[in-house]
């Protein structure tokens, strides 16, 4: 079982920046692919961003190409997003996910552990 805790979500104006963490549970960690994931009011669910469990190897929507950058620090079981230039299209609720296996996969059904998600909203 991997417990995921998403934080730093919040309130920033357009073109500001945040970072967002999420803090994992076990002792797996690095050897799990992680990502981010997100949700709009009335929009399905959409990937943001992935890392491989080494840390080596990273993807991205198209939407954040450039603008978002996804970390990892394994010995501190953390992930994280920093999110640069945010848009008003960029709100949602952020939602952290573990995958079984350690390469970068963008679809969500390769993720079995989500967080329970962190509101970003930005203010045009």
């Known amino acids: 079982q991997v417990l995921l805790v998403e934080s730093g979500g919040g309130l920033v104006q357009a073109v500001g920046s945040l970072r967002l963490s999420c803090a994992a549970s076990?002792?797996?960690?690095?050897?799990?692919?992680m990502a981010w994931f997100r949700q709009a009011p009335g929009k399905e669910r959409e990937f943001v961003g992935g890392?491989?469990?080494?840390?080596?190897?990273?993807n991205y929507a198209d939407s954040v190409k450039g603008r978002f950058t996804i970390s990892r620090e394994n010995a501190k079981n953390t992930v994280y997003l920093q999110m640069n230039s945010l848009k008003p299209d960029d709100t949602a609720v952020y939602y952290c996910?573990?995958?079984?296996?350690?390469?970068?996969?963008?679809?969500?059904?390769?993720?079995?552990?989500w967080g329970r998600g962190t509101q970003v909203t930005v203010s045009s």
């Open positions: 996910a573990a995958a079984a296996g350690g390469l970068t996969y963008s679809s969500d059904s390769k993720y079995d552990y």
């Open positions: 076990g002792r797996t960690f690095s050897s799990r692919a």
């Open positions: 890392i491989s469990g080494s840390g080596a190897r990273s």
